[in-house]
């Protein structure tokens, strides 16, 4: 069979599956929201949609999905004059180049990792330059990994002071992707110190609307997990879109 003949199927098979799989997520996610004393429209579902293609993502927002989240910058751009944003917030998640910065500057509403001043400076200028000003969130290495993104733990407050300081972008949040954990117990220890450090950033932050502080985590495997210890976004794949061939 042919690469197209292939990808033709995966997209009728994706077509086929996506709603009753957001109905499955939609009822994880409101499960674990009230267990957590909270309540199923306080936790937003994110799409995480890389691989997937306009067509699909479409049917996604047809269907209610008001967030996604690309994570490369050149699949994004490929993809944005294709997709229907008009009712959805289109964000960046995924590792973020310096240089590749200028192309996200008043296309997506969120970018959810960042890790360094540096980073952070270059949003803020592109900002500037464009008139813009860019919601971001600060990526926290919280397994300590090394070929992770991320800024540590010890560093965190240091980067949300220095980052704050900054025209044309705000801090809207903590996100972060732990360690494979072969445990649901493992995993909530690193949730639960996510957790402590939201904490300490929104009380910092109290002069603002902290309520609308975003704490983004939990991916397919774990977003139950993750609510139960505060997330207020869950970042969802291949739970909606089937299983990805790669990344
Ligand atoms: C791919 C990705 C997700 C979703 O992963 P799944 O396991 O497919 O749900 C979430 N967050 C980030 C940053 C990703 O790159």
């Not at 971001?136 to 090394?146: A, D, K, Q, R, T």
């Not at 977003?223 to 299983?243: D, N, P, Q």
Request: glycine share 6%; hydrophobic share 40%; net charge negative.
């Amino acid at each position: 069979m042919t690469e197209n003949c292939l990808n033709d199927e995966k997209i009728a098979a994706q077509m086929r599956d996506l709603e009753e799989n957001l109905k499955e997520v939609r009822e994880r996610i409101a499960q674990a929201a009230v267990k957590s004393g909270r309540r199923p429209e306080d936790i937003t579902l994110l799409a995480a949609t890389k691989t997937v293609s306009p067509q699909v993502i479409n049917r996604a927002i047809e269907l209610g999905i008001d967030h996604i989240g690309e994570n490369r910058v050149q699949e994004l751009m490929e993809k944005y004059d294709a997709l229907n944003l008009s009712n959805c917030s289109c964000q960046f998640i995924g590792h973020l180049q310096t240089n590749k910065v200028k192309y996200l500057i008043g296309k997506v509403s969120l970018i959810q990792s960042v890790d360094s001043l540096k980073l952070a400076s270059e949003i803020s200028s592109q900002s500037l330059k464009k008139g813009a000003h860019t919601d971001l969130l600060i990526e926290v290495n919280i397994g300590g990994e090394e070929s992770k993104s991320g800024v540590s733990p010890e560093k965190l407050p240091e980067l949300f002071d220095q980052i704050a300081a900054l025209p044309a972008v705000s801090i809207r949040g903590l996100m972060c992707i732990p360690p494979v954990c072969d445990s649901q117990a493992e995993i909530m220890r690193y949730f639960w110190k996510m957790q402590e450090y939201f904490v300490d950033i929104t009380t910092k932050k109290s002069d603002n609307k902290e309520n609308d502080m975003i704490l983004s985590m939990g991916m397919s495997a774990d977003y139950y997990e993750a609510i139960l210890c505060g997330a207020t976004m869950v970042r969802v794949g291949s739970k909606l879109f089937g299983e990805r061939a790669y990344r």
